[in-house]
């Protein structure tokens, strides 16, 4: 019998992948950048077992057993067994995997790249491959391969039909702009209505703003995006955020039928953070949605208390909610807005709980392997604990 488990993070783009050149092969129609949060609050966790003694594959998600017959599982499967050693003594036997998300499933909180990150990194642990898994991850979910690394991680289209060159490079890890925070705004934790997988494959079939977006707008903007990195350049990195979000859902919209992800509570979101930017003149926060309504926030840590102050003004928690289940993850101290801030900008008032919660967080490292037995979401036999 071997065991692995793997904890892998969430990333979140701030420049986004929309379209595929090859659906089976996922092959994006442009490169992408995002940010590997940390996985201390946000976090998928899988065990992979192996064992002479299994009878048949097994796969539970969250608890709840799944058909193994899964194309994209079984395409990351394949593609690991064909980089083990032809030696590796383990290959034919049957294994039972366990995957757990420590926060909503397929609700547009980039669920299914920790998960296919976290599968094919403990998959690539079992069957002992060496080097980049990211273009494994990649068959799982196309966002997937930029979670296989920690910081800031760029994912090249790469030019060959057959996508060897299609994966995910490290640009900076988390250590490079440490001051970085992340605030995940989330309107809405329920599985969404239609799936980036689908919603995308419209977008190629009808946006005709899209292949303009891809060819003319994302390869000077991920240029922009990686000098403001590279040089850690808030002010840059906050424009090109904001811009690409808005670009992506105009796409989103230009498709037939539209793809309609943000909701009023969404663009309030917005307006607050243009506000808040306004009046302290300079960009000190920005705004990313993905296929979603939920906002994800970068801002630095010096801007966190204040701005949380405004938020929690704008979007007051339901009475009764206790703070530290409201605010999930870092510990943050809660502030009043300041009277000037709340005088200057009228800022429109919404009703209690119009945000379920708030998860803040910063960046950090790729996929961990975990070695505590305790650790190991499956029993002996192969059931979950
Ligand atoms: N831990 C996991 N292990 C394996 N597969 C997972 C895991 N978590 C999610 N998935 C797969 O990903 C699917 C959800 O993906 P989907 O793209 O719909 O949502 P999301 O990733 O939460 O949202 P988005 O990609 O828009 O941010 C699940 O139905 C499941 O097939
Ligand atoms: C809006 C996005 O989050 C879209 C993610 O799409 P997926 O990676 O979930 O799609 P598939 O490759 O079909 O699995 C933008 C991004 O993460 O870059």
Known sequence: MKVVTVVAPVNIAVIKYWGKRDEELIL?????????????????????QASPLF????????????????PRLNNCLKEVKRRAKPSCPILNWKLSICSENNFPTA???????????????????????????????????????????????QWVKGESPTGEDSLAVQLAPASHWPEMR?????????????????????????????????????????????????????????RITMEDSNSFHAMCLDTFPPCVYMNDISHAIVDVVHTYNQLK???????????????????????VEEFLSVINY?????SGSIQDEYIKGSKVKQLPIQEELSRKFEFKVHKEGALKYIIYTKLG???????????????????PK
């Not at 994006?28 to 992979?48: F, R, V, W």
Request: a negative charge.
């Open 314 to 318: 704008v979007f007051p928690p339901r």
């Open 28 to 48: 994006p129609i442009n490169d992408s950048i995002s940010g590997t949060l940390s996985t201390d609050h946000m976090c998928a966790k899988t065990t992979i």
């Open 107 to 153: 609700a547009g909180l980039a669920s299914s790249a920790a998960g296919y990150a976290c599968l094919v990194s403990a998959l690539a642990q079992l069957y002992e491959i060496d080097g980049d898994i990211s273009s494994i991850a990649r068959r799982g979910s196309g966002s997937a391969c930029r979670s296989v690394y920690g910081g800031w991680v």
């Open 182 to 238: 992340v605030i995940i705004l989330v309107v809405s934790n329920e599985t969404k209505k239609y799936s980036s997988t689908s919603g995308m494959k419209t977008s190629v079939e009808t946006s005709q703003l899209l292949p303009y977006r891809a060819k003319e707008i994302v390869p000077k903007q991920v240029e922009r995006m990686k000098r403001a990195i590279a040089d850690k350049d808030f002010e840059a990195f906050a």
């Open 281 to 303: 003149s300079s960009n000190k926060v920005s705004y990313t949605f993905d296929a979603g309504p939920n906002a994800c926030l970068y801002l630095l840590e010096s801007e």
């Open 365 to 383: 490292d790729g996929p961990k392997v975990l070695t505590d037995e305790k650790d190991h979401l499956l029993t002996q036999e192969g059931i």
């Open 55 to 70: 009878q048949e594959n097994r796969f539970w998600l969250n608890g709840k057993p799944q058909d193994f017959d899964n």
